[in-house]
T-cell receptor
């Protein structure tokens, strides 16, 4: 499978714990995006990488959120001190040069 | 503020008929519009796009129309098939690197 891969698919965590998600983009894609989606809404942009450089961050990305893309390949999104409001689907997408982004299946986070 | 709006939360269409999904936007800086399809428990799948310099783009059963003066676009699916049942999202680009999304329309194709 050469699509965007996200791990884990599901994560249940207790409030206050830290969680980390991983995204492996399509191999030749230099652009990588993180989005968050809650029920009944469209995805909301979190952050964007071009190769290893983080070029854009949404104001939604509080200090508890951090994303990295070392060496311009896979990316991680970490949420520290999780809150119930962080419960959502976290989507990763990648693209080569056009605006069409290709999405992974997402990581469903539930904070209890 | 919602820059991209999909005002119909759901739409039910008979199999074989035309499905028309609508999307309105407010930001005239948007230069590209996309439609994505999403099945439950999966990520969105790219369907079709249109540049702001065009008014129509067609790909098989799918056609997207753009009316810039009205800030409105629509997705036509002809003929509708049971596998088209999904949530359809309209998205726009042109403000930074992000896509700005509508809330989605759930399309139900009745046999």
């Amino acid at each position: 499978d050469t699509g965007v891969s996200q791990d884990p698919r599901h994560k249940i965590t207790k409030r206050g714990q830290n969680v980390t998600f991983r995204c492996d983009p399509i191999s030749e894609h230099n652009r990588l995006y993180w989005y968050r989606q809650t029920l009944g809404q469209g995805p909301e942009f979190l952050t964007y990488f071009q190769n290893e450089a983080q070029l854009e961050k949404s104001r939604l990305l509080s200090d508890r959120f951090s994303a990295e893309r070392p060496k311009g390949s896979f990316s991680t999104l970490e949420i520290q001190r999780t809150e119930q409001g962080d419960s959502a689907m976290y989507l990763c997408a990648s693209s080569l040069s056009g605006v069409e982004a290709f999405f992974g299946q997402g990581t469903r986070l539930t904070v209890v | 503020d919602q820059q991209v709006k999909q005002n119909s939360p759901s739409l039910s269409v008979q199999e074989g008929r035309i499905s028309i999904l609508n999307c309105d936007y407010t930001n005239s800086m948007f230069d590209y519009f996309l439609w994505y399809k999403k099945y439950p428990a999966e990520g969105p799948t790219f369907l079709i796009s249109i540049s702001s310099i065009k008014d129509k783009n067609e790909d098989g059963r799918f056609t997207v129309f753009l009316n810039k003066s009205a800030k409105h676009l629509s997705l036509h699916i002809v003929p509708s098939q049971p596998g088209d049942s999904a949530v359809y999202f309209c998205a726009a680009s042109g403000v930074g690197y992000q896509l700005i999304w509508g809330a989605g329309t759930k399309l139900i194709i009745k046999p």
